[in-house]
C-alpha cells in the first residue's frame, strides 16, 4: 500500500490511497473469513464448510464487495495513523481505479488546524466575592408567597393589590401599535409592571366597564416606536380578583418541607442562592481564561469548523423552542427573520466557541489529560440512572423511559467524553492560574 497528500485551503487535505494485488488478495481473503463467519450451511458450524462451498453460497459480488468495504477502511485508518492526520470529517470520497489487481481511491479529509498556545499557566484572574444580600432573600419569600397567595373573584371596584384581567386595545394616532392588543390580558395592581400611569386607570373600575384615556409615553421606554409619544388606550375590565397573601409563618414554613422557623428557611434559601451564584462566578472565571488564553494563541479556524458549530447552535435553539411548544420556522417568521439572518448574527460567538474547543483540546494534548473507558462507563450509568428515575405515574414507562430508546449510546459517550475532558482540562487551568 502506497499513499500521497496534497494540502487544499481551509484546513483541507486530499489523501489518495493506492493499493497493489497483494494487497486486494489479501483483504478478498480477510471478506471470505468474514462473511464465513455469518454464512449458515446445513450440516456445518458458522466457519468451518470448506472454501468452495462458501465462495459458492456467497457469490463473487457480495464477496468483492466486503473485500472492497475492508480495503477502503483499513487502508484509510493505517494511512491515517501512519501520518498522524487529525480528522474532523472525511468528504468526495471517490475510486479512482477499481481493478483485480489495482484500487486506487482518494478522499477528502477536514483537519484540525494547528494551535500555537502563548502561555496558558500562571495566568493572573480576578476572582469577585460571592455575597447574597438580604434584599436577594426576601425577593425570593416574596415568590414563595406570591405562589401560596389565593385569588377569589369579587364584585367591586378594583383596587391596589388586587389581580384583575382586562382586555385592551393601544393606538397611536389611531392605528393600534405592534403588540397593543390583548384580551384577558392578567396585571396585579401595584406591582407597576406595565406602562407608567396604565394601572392607576385601572383602579376604580367594576368588571364589565369599559374606559377610554391617554398616556404619555417616557422618552426612554423600551419600545422606541413610541416612546415620548401621546398613545390611546381603550380598555374593558374583565375580571377583578381579591388577593389574599399569607403571611410567613410557622404553620408555612413548615409546609414547605424541612424546616422550623423562618431563620431555618432563609438560611435554605441563602445557601442556594450562594451556590448559584458560586457557580456563576465558575462559569465567568472559566470563560476569563479561555479568552486570556485565546488572545494569545495563533489558530486559522477553518470555514468547515464554524458552519458545524453553527449547525449546531441552531439545532440547539430549535430544540428549546419545541421545548416550549414553539416552532423555529413560526417564531423566525414572528420575528421576520431567516436561518440565514440568525447564522450571520451568531457568526463571531461560533467562531470564538470554535477557538475555546481547540485551545481545549490542544491544552488537553499538550498535558497528556485524558478519560478512561471506566469514568465514562461511571457516567454514563449515572446518565442512565436519571433517564431512567423519570418514570411515568404509578411507576409506568414515563418521558424518560420513551427518550432512553432514542438515545445512540455511542455518540451518548462521545459527549460524556467530551464532557469530562473539558472539566479535567479547567480543573488544570484553574489549579495553574493566580486567583486575586
Do not use: C
Amino acid at each position: 500500500m502506497t499513499f500521497s497528500t496534497k494540502t487544499l485551503k481551509d484546513s483541507q487535505i486530499e489523501l489518495t490511497v493506492n493499493l497493489d494485488k497483494e494487497d486486494l488478495i489479501s483483504y478478498t481473503q480477510e471478506a471470505e473469513k468474514e462473511l464465513a463467519k455469518r454464512l449458515k450451511l446445513e450440516g456445518f458450524r458458522p466457519g468451518k464448510a470448506p472454501k468452495e462451498m462458501v465462495r459458492k453460497a456467497l457469490g463473487e459480488q457480495a464477496i468483492k464487495e466486503e473485500a472492497l468495504n475492508l480495503a477502503v477502511q483499513s487502508s484509510l485508518a493505517k494511512a491515517l495513523a501512519e501520518q498522524k492526520l487529525d480528522v474532523l470529517d472525511q468528504s468526495d470520497f471517490q475510486i479512482k481505479e477499481n481493478a483485480s489487481d489495482k484500487l486506487v481511491f482518494a478522499v477528502k479529509l477536514a483537519i484540525f488546524p494547528e494551535v500555537k498556545l502563548g502561555e496558558y499557566k500562571d495566568l493572573s484572574i480576578k476572582k469577585n466575592p460571592v455575597v447574597v444580600s438580604d434584599a436577594e432573600i426576601n425577593g425570593v419569600l416574596d415568590e414563595i408567597v406570591k405562589a401560596r397567595t389565593v385569588l377569589k373573584e369579587v364584585e367591586r371596584p378594583a383596587q391596589v393589590g388586587d389581580r384583575v384581567e382586562v382586555d385592551f386595545e393601544v393606538r397611536d394616532r389611531g392605528t393600534v401599535i405592534e403588540g397593543g392588543k390583548s384580551e384577558n390580558h392578567p396585571i396585579t395592581l401595584g406591582e407597576n409592571k406595565f406602562m407608567p400611569g396604565f394601572e392607576s386607570q385601572i383602579v376604580g373600575l367594576k368588571s364589565g366597564e369599559k374606559k377610554n384615556f391617554s398616556l404619555k409615553v417616557p422618552a426612554d421606554y423600551y419600545q422606541k416606536t413610541i416612546a415620548g409619544k401621546d398613545i390611546d388606550f381603550e380598555v374593558v375590565l374583565k375580571k377583578v380578583q381579591k388577593a389574599t397573601v399569607p403571611k410567613i409563618d410557622d404553620e408555612l414554613v413548615r409546609s414547605l418541607g424541612r424546616f422550623s422557623s423562618r431563620a431555618d428557611l432563609e438560611a435554605n434559601i441563602k445557601e442556594g442562592l450562594t451556590m448559584e451564584k458560586e457557580q456563576k462566578e465558575k462559569e465567568r472565571v472559566r470563560l476569563t481564561i479561555l479568552k486570556t488564553i485565546a488572545g494569545k494563541a495563533e489558530m486559522q479556524v477553518s470555514r468547515a469548523l464554524i458552519e458545524k458549530r453553527l449547525d449546531s447552535m441552531v439545532q440547539g435553539f430549535d430544540n428549546e423552542l419545541h421545548q416550549k411548544g414553539m416552532e423555529l420556522g413560526l417564531y423566525l417568521a414572528h420575528i421576520k427573520k431567516t436561518q440565514e439572518d440568525l447564522r450571520r448574527e451568531w457568526q463571531g460567538r461560533a467562531e470564538e466557541q470554535v477557538k475555546f474547543d481547540l485551545i481545549v483540546r490542544t491544552i488537553a494534548k499538550e498535558e497528556n489529560l485524558n478519560v478512561s473507558d471506566e469514568e465514562i462507563g461511571q457516567e454514563l450509568q449515572a446518565v442512565l440512572q436519571q433517564y431512567m428515575a423519570a418514570g411515568g405515574p404509578e411507576g409506568g414507562p414515563g418521558p424518560g423511559t420513551e427518550a432512553l430508546r432514542n438515545i445512540d449510546p455511542e455518540q451518548l459517550k462521545t459527549r460524556i467524553r467530551s464532557v469530562l475532558l473539558n472539566e479535567k482540562v479547567f480543573e488544570f487551568l484553574e489549579k495553574h492560574t493566580k486567583f486575586s
